[in-house]
């Protein structure tokens, strides 16, 4: 495919826009490769390159599923390489399998049902969409009604409710309300069980009025149980997560009042979590552990944002720039590897690489050509 497009660009240089729209697909495919081929070694994903052997955790390896889901739909939509890819999410599946699909982390097993769901859309395998519910009936049974009011605002008129974070109770995130809110949608969308879509709406409504500033919209990392207190992290993924929210709750309720908060809240991102150079950041230069894959969340759910209308100029720039700007400012060329800071520098050769880092610039890269011909709608 490759050197067919150099073809065309030297034979028809004028045309080569509209006859190559794959300099994207070919960024994208460059990018996964060296992502396979660095972090999915002997049928087990790394957590880093050089590897030592360390597993990554088990939220990063579903975001390395998400990676492999992402070229895999790229290219099945193709037609190409399809049973390559069956072959890699069913190894994939088999590895999470052998070491247990359950963490006292409800947002982590949440992001692996999401992948499941991904995987099940692809071949129909019904084991993943068996798996995907298992892991939402354990999600939803989180709902609790008896924590947390804000104490610090001396408000005694609050609403309590949410999902819980963890198994010992003592947060609730966005990754684990606005996630869960996809997951029950998306569910809803295949099996029609109209508990699944009420659950969504109940979900996202709590944290909407609740966790979502409503002036400036920015989204509420967390709320602690002992003392009640909003932490108002600002990551892009929390934006990202609820602007994903709003556009299931759209397709399933066809309102489109989900879709204008989805708009507000990327005005947030415009705002805040950009670069003057349209690139989104995450306070790079702090941005270590969980940090380093935020922002492939965040570019995924800004992407569908800009599919679901494609007028939207500010968004196109934001995700256009942003991987002009992993490409040709936080690539290291030979090693096909990426900075965390988006607007670079490129990492040194031979330096460290996490999966997570590795995953957020490949999902990016992906997700830019996917959303940009028109494949994701
Ligand atoms: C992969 O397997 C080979 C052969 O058993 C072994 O030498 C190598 O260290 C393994 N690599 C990793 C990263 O575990
Ligand atoms: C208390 O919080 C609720 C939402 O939880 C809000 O609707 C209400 O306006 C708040 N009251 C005061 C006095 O701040
Ligand atoms: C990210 O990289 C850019 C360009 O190298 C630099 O100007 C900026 O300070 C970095 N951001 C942080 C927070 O380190």
Not at 68 to 85: P, T
Not at 96 to 109: A, C, E
Not at 354 to 367: D, K
């Amino acid at each position: 495919m490759r050197s067919c497009c150099i073809v065309f660009v030297v034979l028809v240089v004028s045309f080569s826009s509209i006859l190559c729209d794959s300099l994207d697909d070919d960024r994208a495919d460059i990018a996964f490769k060296s992502f396979i081929t660095k972090f999915w070694v002997n049928n087990t994903l790394q957590d880093s390159y050089p590897n030592t052997g360390e597993r990554p955790q088990y939220w990063i390896s579903a975001m390395g599923f998400d990676t492999i889901l992402d070229s895999a739909e790229r290219h099945i939509k193709k037609g190409q390489d399809k049973q390559y890819y069956f072959d890699l999410i069913e190894a994939f599946y088999n590895m999470i399998d052998k070491n247990g699909w359950y963490r006292p982390f409800f947002d982590d097993m949440n992001w692996m049902a999401l992948g499941l769901l991904r995987a099940y859309a692809l071949n129909k395998n019904p084991k993943y969409l068996n798996k995907a519910t298992e892991l939402y009936n354990i999600i939803a049974y989180q709902w609790d009604e008896t924590c947390c009011c804000p104490k610090d605002k001396g408000n005694t008129t609050c609403v309590t409710g949410g999902l819980w974070w963890n198994l010992e109770h003592t947060q609730k995130a966005t990754a684990a309300n606005a996630g869960p809110v996809i997951l029950a949608s998306r569910l809803y969308e295949i099996t029609k069980n109209n508990d699944q879509r009420e659950f969504a709406k109940k979900v996202y409504t709590y944290w909407w009025n609740n966790m979502v500033d409503p002036i400036s919209h920015q989204v509420c990392d967390n709320i602690e149980a002992e003392t009640a207190e909003k932490r108002w992290w600002k990551y892009t993924y929390n934006e990202g997560l609820m602007i994903g929210a709003g556009l299931a709750l759209e397709r399933i309720f066809d309102d489109s009042t989900y879709l204008q908060n989805s708009y507000k809240i990327a005005e947030f991102v415009f705002g805040n979590e950009v670069t003057s150079e349209n690139v989104l950041y995450d306070k790079d230069g702090e941005c270590s552990g969980d940090c380093q894959e935020f922002k492939g969340i965040a570019f995924r759910y800004l992407a569908l944002l800009y599919a679901r209308d494609r007028s939207h100029s500010r968004l196109k720039k934001i995700l256009d720039d942003s991987a002009a700007s992993i490409w040709n400012r936080a690539r290291n060329i030979e090693e096909q590897t990426f900075a965390t800071n988006w607007s670079g520098p490129a990492p040194l050769t031979g330096s460290k690489i996490t999966q997570a880092t590795m995953n957020a610039a490949t999902m990016a890269l992906n997700i830019h050509a996917a959303t940009m011909s028109q494949m994701i709608n």
